[in-house]
C-alpha cells in the first residue's frame, strides 16, 4: 500500500474523527460553497429571512440540505462539510466554536465548558478503534 | 542586510481575538490568557527587539480560499490586507501591511529554489494572522511592522509534511539573509496546539504531547521535523496539525537556539494554548 | 492498474483554434500546420492508442488566474471545466470533463511527494488548454476522453526551472502508476516552441534550436532539464520558456523513449509550431 | 550575486524584451487588472461606449492610462502591463497577437507577416545587447 493509502487508512482508525479528504472535499463541496456564501452580510440576510428558500439555490442533496437546516454537524461532517467552513452557519447563528463542539460531542454547553476548564478531553482511550487506546 | 534571530510560535484561537475586541482581558477566563504575553508584549518592543517586518506563518480557514482553490504555500505580496469577515463582521483591528519588497524577494527565491509557491495579492485575512498580532502587539492604531502573510493550506487532505514545512523555513531563511535592506525580521508560526474541534472526540487535548513539543523547539528538532501527520491527529486533535507551521518558523532559525520565554494554557476555547519566544544562539 | 505509455508535446497558438472554428484548415496558411496533425489524428483514435483519460499540462494566459492569485502548479479536481472568453467569447468546443478521481489521486501523490501543489476547482480554460484538444481529436461533439488539466505559470516570473517541471513529471508518472483502475493515461506537454509576443523583438524564431531540443527528447534528456530560464528567453524568444512544460511530460515517461511522428512548421501567427509524439521503450 | 539577482540582470541584457517580474507586476497591477476585465461581455460593451469613463474607476497613473487609450503596448510593458493580459485590449479591439506584435515591432502588418512566412525574426543578433550577438 502507498503512503496515501496507509495514510487516510490510519486516519480512519481515530475514533470521533472525519479527515476532510479528497472523498469528503468532492461529496461536500456545496456544502462547503454554500457555508462561505454566509461570509457576506447581504447573504446572511437572505439566509435569516427564509433558510430553505437559501438553500433552493445550491445543488446540494436533499439530505444535506436537511442537515444544514438541522444544524447537525456530525451528519455535515459525514456528508462532506468541514469544520472551518460550517463554522459560517453557527457564526451567523451567533454561536461559537464551543456550542457547535459541545453539540458534535452530544454534551451539553455547560458539561463540555467544565470539561475543557479541567484540562479538556483526555487522549487516553482516544487513540485508536482498533488499539482501544 | 536582513537579519532574523527571533522566531516566535503562538496559537491563533478566534476567542482569543474575541476576548481583546471586547477589552474583556481582566475576566477570569482571560486573565490566564493574556498574562502569558505580558512578557513577550513588553520584550517586543524594546527598540533591539522590536521587528520592522515579520513573516507570519499562518493558515486560512475557509475565509480568503474556499474550495475553488487551495494552495499548499500561499505568500502574500500586495500592499496591504484587510482583516476578514468570518461571519460576524470583520475584527476591529489595523489593516496589515506588508513589506512587499522583502515579500516579493522572499517568493522569488522560494520559488527558484524549487517551493512551489503561489503568489497571492487579494486574500482578506483572518485570525490565523490577526490574533498573533493582538497578543503581541495589543491595540495599537496601526500595527508596529510590516507583516508578510505566508499561507499553509492545514484544512484540505493532504497537507504539506512536517519535514516539508521545516525546509520551506530553511529556505525562507536564506532568503532572508540575502536581502539586501537593513531590515529586523522576525518569523512567527502560528495555530495549535492540541485542539479537536470537530466530531465526538472534539474537545481533546494532550498536554503532555504538547510540552514535549516545546521542550524539543530547543531540544531535539530532529524528532520534530519527523512527526508525520497521523501522530498529530491522533495525539493532538484534528487541528493540532496546525502546528506543521511552527515547524517553518523553527526551520527559518538557527539549528542551535534559546527559549526566551514560554506560555502553555488551557483552555483557550477548545485548545491549548501554546506561545515560545526562541533566539538564534551565536 | 493505469498505463502510461505515450507523451505528446504541441504548441497551442491561439490563431490554430481560430482556424479550426472558422473551417479554414484548408486555406493555404492553415493547411501545413494542420497537415503535421493527421498522422496523430488517425493514430489516437485507433482502439489500442485512444486515452482514456490526459494529463494535459498547460499554462493559463491571464484567463483563470489574474494577478490576484498566481499558483506555480495547480491541478484541476473538479468534475468539469469550461472553455474561457479569451475576450471574443468562448471558443465553440465542448466542455471538458475531468476525471477527477485520477486528478485527485495525482494531488495527493504529489503533494505527499514535496510538490506544493495549488488545487483548483473553479478554473475556465483557454487555448492552452483547447487548442491541443482540437489539434488530436478535431471537432467531435463531446471529447473522446477525460482530461486532468494541470497549470503552470510561465508568465510571472520567477517561473519554475525545467529541472523542477522534470521532476513534477516524473512524480506525476508515479502517481499515475499507482492508481488502481484500468485506465489508458496519456500526458501532453503543450505550448512553445520558439515565439515572443512582445516588445521590438516579437517575431524571433529558432528554428535550429527548436529542431535540436525536439531531437533531444528523444537523445539527450540530461541536457534538456538543464537548460537555464535564460538561455529559453535568450534564444528562443520570450515565451519559448513555455517548452519547460514540454519537460513535464518528458519527466513521466521513461528514460528511453522512441519518436512516433514529429511536426515543425514556421509560422503559426507569431510561432515556431512544433509537436512530437513519444513511446515509452520497453 | 544570488541565482535571482543573477538571472534578472541576464535577462535585462536580451534586447527588445521585457520579463514581467515582480517590479512590473507590482508596477502594472492595475493595468493587468483593468486589462482582464475586459474579458466580460458587459464590461466590453461599458469599455467600448466611453473608454476614458471606464478607466475612471481603475486607479492607474495618468501615464498608465494615457497609454491604454494610445494603444501604445511599448510603453504598456514598460509600465508592468504583461501582454497576456495586454492581450484583452486589443481582442477587444478585434485585433489579433500578430496586429500587436506589428505594432510593438515598429513594422507595418503585411511587413511583420512577410518576415514570419519568411521564418521569422533571426535570433543572431537579438541574443544580448552586450554580446551583441
Ligand atoms: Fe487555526
Ligand atoms: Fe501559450
Known amino acids: 500500500m502507498n503512503r496515501r493509502d496507509t495514510f487516510f487508512r490510519q486516519a480512519e482508525d481515530i475514533p470521533g474523527t472525519t479527515l476532510f479528504t479528497s472523498g469528503k472535499?468532492?461529496?461536500?463541496?456545496?456544502?462547503?460553497?454554500?457555508?462561505?456564501?454566509?461570509?457576506?452580510?447581504?447573504?446572511?440576510?437572505?439566509?435569516?429571512?427564509?433558510?430553505?428558500?437559501?438553500?433552493?439555490?445550491?445543488?446540494?442533496?436533499?439530505?444535506?440540505?436537511?442537515?444544514?437546516?438541522?444544524?447537525?454537524y456530525n451528519r455535515l461532517l459525514e456528508l462532506g462539510g468541514n469544520i472551518y467552513y460550517l463554522a459560517k452557519i453557527f457564526s451567523t447563528d451567533g454561536l461559537s466554536f464551543v456550542h457547535a463542539a459541545s453539540a458534535m460531542t452530544g454534551m451539553s454547553v455547560e458539561d463540555y465548558k467544565a470539561m475543557m476548564m479541567a484540562g479538556g478531553r483526555p487522549v487516553e482511550g482516544n487513540r485508536s478503534i482498533r488499539e482501544g487506546n | 542586510m536582513a537579519d532574523l534571530q527571533y522566531g516566535i510560535a503562538c496559537s491563533h484561537v478566534p476567542l482569543i481575538g474575541v476576548g481583546a475586541d471586547q477589552n474583556r482581558e481582566d475576566d477570569p477566563y482571560f486573565a490566564p490568557i493574556f498574562a502569558g504575553f505580558d512578557w513577550t508584549r513588553q520584550w517586543i518592543m524594546k527598540p533591539e527587539n522590536r521587528p520592522d517586518a515579520v513573516i507570519l506563518v499562518f493558515n486560512d480557514h475557509a475565509s480568503a480560499f474556499s474550495q475553488e482553490i487551495i494552495p499548499t504555500f500561499a505568500i502574500g505580496c500586495a500592499d496591504e490586507f484587510q482583516p476578514a469577515d468570518e461571519g460576524w463582521g470583520p475584527r476591529p483591528v489595523p489593516v496589515v501591511k506588508n513589506h512587499p519588497e522583502l515579500a516579493w524577494h522572499v517568493a522569488e527565491n522560494l520559488i527558484m529554489d524549487d517551493f512551489d509557491m503561489t503568489i497571492v495579492n487579494d486574500m482578506p485575512v483572518d485570525h490565523g494572522l490577526t490574533v498573533p498580532l493582538t497578543v503581541m502587539f495589543n491595540k495599537p492604531d496601526s500595527w508596529p511592522c510590516r507583516v508578510v502573510p505566508l499561507m499553509v493550506n492545514v484544512v484540505t487532505y493532504p497537507v504539506p509534511s512536517g519535514e516539508r514545512c521545516w525546509k520551506l523555513g530553511e529556505s525562507i531563511r536564506?532568503?532572508?539573509?540575502?536581502?539586501?535592506?537593513?531590515?529586523?525580521?522576525?518569523?512567527?508560526?502560528?495555530?495549535?496546539?492540541?485542539?479537536?474541534?470537530?466530531?465526538?472526540?472534539?474537545?481533546?487535548?494532550?498536554?503532555?504531547?504538547?510540552?514535549?513539543?516545546?521542550?524539543?523547539?530547543?531540544?531535539?528538532?530532529?524528532?520534530?521535523?519527523?512527526?508525520p501527520h497521523i501522530e498529530y491527529l491522533r495525539e493532538t486533535g484534528s487541528e493540532g496539525i496546525e502546528m506543521v507551521m511552527w515547524l517553518v518558523m523553527r526551520g527559518a532559525l538557527d539549528p542551535q537556539v534559546k527559549e526566551l520565554h514560554r506560555h502553555y494554557h488551557v483552555p483557550a476555547s477548545n485548545t491549548a494554548l501554546g506561545h515560545i519566544v526562541l533566539e538564534n544562539v551565536q
Request: proline share 3%.
Open chain 2, 174 to 227: 536564506r532568503a532572508v539573509d540575502g536581502f539586501n535592506e537593513d531590515l529586523n525580521v522576525q518569523i512567527w508560526g502560528t495555530g495549535g496546539m492540541s485542539h479537536q474541534l470537530q466530531g465526538p472526540r472534539a474537545g481533546l487535548i494532550n498536554a503532555e504531547w504538547d510540552r514535549k513539543f516545546l521542550d524539543d523547539m530547543t531540544e531535539d528538532t530532529d524528532r520534530l521535523r519527523k512527526i
Open chain 1, 25 to 72: 472535499a468532492r461529496q461536500g463541496y456545496w456544502i462547503n460553497q454554500f457555508s462561505m456564501s454566509l461570509m457576506k452580510p447581504e447573504n446572511r440576510k437572505k439566509w435569516r429571512a427564509d433558510e430553505k428558500k437559501y438553500l433552493e439555490d445550491w445543488p446540494m442533496t436533499a439530505e444535506q440540505k436537511d442537515a444544514v437546516l438541522a444544524r447537525d
